[in-house]
């Protein structure tokens, strides 16, 4: 018995997998879809009757069957299987390795089995930017950071993490009551009680430098709550700034590694950006640090900063100070 469920992602694939191996022999095809012949000549036999508007001769997909072999003699623009993109993997891969950390999961095989599939998919049709293992925004040290973070979690212990602000350009030392992990866009966050500044922080995990397991329990306050994550996972904060900025195709990767929102594509491949900011002198150096490949569009202030920054540097390049002979 096959459901609709199961039946519709197979009919879909059936064609392709066909058209590049004319002449499999049905039990081997039945094989490799995990259905018995049966079922797989029922399904071939659904194909008949499916294809393009009009539905007459050269719309339908046609089969032709030799003894126990099938060969697609018209594809009906069939010819290509379904592909997860590049982020679709990824943000499903992160998601099932979160899933299958989380104590209490129902089945757990069944995780790890949908996350083989779809590793052996990626690994052979390497959709740009997925790092097959680890997720494309989820490098060997964020890996190792989310399964002691996990541990963390499970056994309701304290931490004290070393954590990069890049909207600050800071590192800092804290002591962190775990609450949650959760996965937002394909980025792992752990979500905690922060004792330096005694709120609820989301920290990212690659911008975690260092953890440390303590010999405390984890106590959120009563009052530490989840954060609403409906509209994204950063919202604005007293004093922070938003810079409207328009990258071109080289600096697409700011809008990867920093918090970014109201993302918009534009013609060449660029992109426009809004992204908040605490301190101006490291937004400055930010977008000097790009080479020419953003545009600042708004604030006017930080236009002129940058202005003025790289005019002194070019005056500073042209006319280096003399220095005295020792």
Known sequence: MSGSGERMPRLLALVPYLLARPGIRIDEAAHDFDVTPRQLRKDLELLWMCGLPGYGPGDLIDLSFEGDTIVVTHDAGMSRPLRLTGAEATAMLVALRALAETPGVADGDAVRRAIAKIEDAAGQSRPAGVVVGGGVREGARAARTREAVAGALHQRRALRIRYYTASKDQITERTVDPMRLVIVQAVGYLEAWCRRVEDVRLFRLD?????????????????AHPTDLSDGVFSARPGQRTAHLVLDPDARWVAEYYPCEELAELDGGRLRIGMRYSDEPWMVRLVLSLGGGALVEHPPELAEAVRRRAADAVARARHPASTSDR
Do not use: K
């Open 207 to 223: 911008r975690i430098d260092d953890l440390t397991l303590l010999d405390e329990p984890a106590a959120p306050p009563a009052h």
